[in-house]
């Protein structure tokens, strides 16, 4: 059974700092793109950034944020920096279809809330 | 503001068919794919590529696209298909950037 586990949200400080986790199992991790998806309160989802071979990052994000992934312990990250109230919301890490980053997300993790506010 | 323009609300009678539709430019060019999202729970992928369906994903769901239109149709709709359905694609700028319709909460009456 594919599972995905997000942790490292929490409350931070505006130009602060978080590192997100995703812990994946049921499935060989290195053969698929992820990707991180996020959900603001009560709005939509909002495309972050996605890893294959390369990376790809909204512009929300470009300059700021860094997908990373260690194929040894099946876990995908979000370098977050320089965080901004905007960024607040729940970050979804999600499986890709296949190898490439192709926008066909099939698993999902129940996500993890970072909330940035002084 | 995104790429993609979904309807904000829709709503269908118990077991009749309706048609949720995503619009944007990249969508002459890439297909889209679609996401049920019920309250506190993730999305969930219910159609992708020309018009294929995960396992689980009732047939009910289908998926067209024609010019810059996709279309997610649900044949029969159930009570639990009332749901927030999002579209995705790439975004039109060439860069395979991804984007997200803003979404269609599908309410069945």
């Known amino acids: 059974e594919v599972q995905l586990l997000e942790s490292g949200g929490g409350l931070v400080q505006p130009g602060g700092s978080l590192r997100l986790s995703c812990a994946a199992s049921g499935f060989t991790f290195s053969n698929y793109a992820m990707t991180w998806v996020r959900q603001a309160p009560g709005k939509g989802l909002e495309w972050v950034s996605s890893?294959?071979?390369?990376?790809y990052y909204a512009d929300s994000g470009k300059g700021r944020f860094t997908i990373s992934r260690d194929n040894s312990k099946n876990t995908l990250y979000l370098q977050m920096n320089s965080l901004r109230a905007e960024d607040t919301a729940v970050y979804y890490c999600?499986?890709?279809?296949?190898?490439?980053?192709?926008?066909?997300?099939?698993?999902w993790g129940q996500g993890t809330l970072v909330t940035v506010s002084s | 503001s995104s790429e993609l323009t979904q309807d904000p609300a829709v709503s269908v009678a118990l077991r009749q068919t309706v048609r949720i539709t995503c619009q944007g430019d990249s969508l002459r060019n890439y297909y889209a794919s679609w996401y049920q999202q019920k309250p506190g729970q993730a999305p969930v992928l219910v159609i992708y590529?020309?018009?294929n369906r995960p396992s689980g994903i009732p047939d009910r769901f289908s998926g067209s696209s024609s010019g810059n239109t996709a279309s997610l149709t649900i044949t029969g709709a159930q009570a639990e298909d009332e749901a927030d359905y999002y579209c995705?694609?790439?975004?039109?700028?060439?860069?395979?950037?991804?984007?997200f319709g803003g979404g269609t909460k599908l309410t069945v009456l």
């Open positions: 995705n694609s790439r975004d039109s700028s060439g860069n395979l950037l991804v984007v």
């Open positions: 590529g020309k018009n």
């Open positions: 999600a499986k890709e279809l296949g190898a490439t980053s192709q926008h066909y997300y099939d698993y």
């Open positions: 890893i294959s071979g390369s990376t």
